[in-house]
Nanobody, 125 residues
């Protein structure tokens, strides 16, 4: 069993930065691929970024490439999402997830077994 708790969301102006954190529990946490998804009002949950258990590989959705960076600290059981040059269209609730296997499955919400409660990110224009 893995429990995930996100933090770091808030209200920022366009062009500014935020860093989201997701702290995990469970002795097998380090073995899970981890991902960030987001869900805006009236829209489906969408993939943002993912990182393999070894941190040697990452995926990003096209709209955040060059602006967002996913990383993990296995010693702290934490995954991060550094978000720079934020845009109003980045406004959403951001969720972290612990995945089942690495690969293209990490790009789909169905590939994740555990989810955090979410943290709100609001970007004003």
């Amino acid at each position: 069993q893995v429990q995930l708790v996100e933090s770091g969301g808030g209200l920022v102006q366009a062009g500014n930065s935020l860093r989201l954190s997701c702290a995990g529990s469970g002795r097998t946490f380090a073995r899970y691929p981890l991902g960030w998804f987001r869900q805006a009002p009236g829209k489906e949950r969408e993939f943002v970024a993912a990182i393999s258990w070894s941190a040697s590989s990452t995926y990003y959705t096209d709209s955040v490439k060059g602006r967002f960076t996913i990383s993990r600290d296995s010693a702290k059981n934490t995954v991060y999402l550094q978000m720079n040059s934020l845009k109003p269209e980045d406004t959403a609730v951001y969720y972290c997830g612990a995945g089942r296997i690495w690969g293209y499955a990490a790009l789909e919400a169905t590939g994740y077994d555990y989810w955090g409660q979410g943290t709100q990110v609001t970007v004003s224009s």
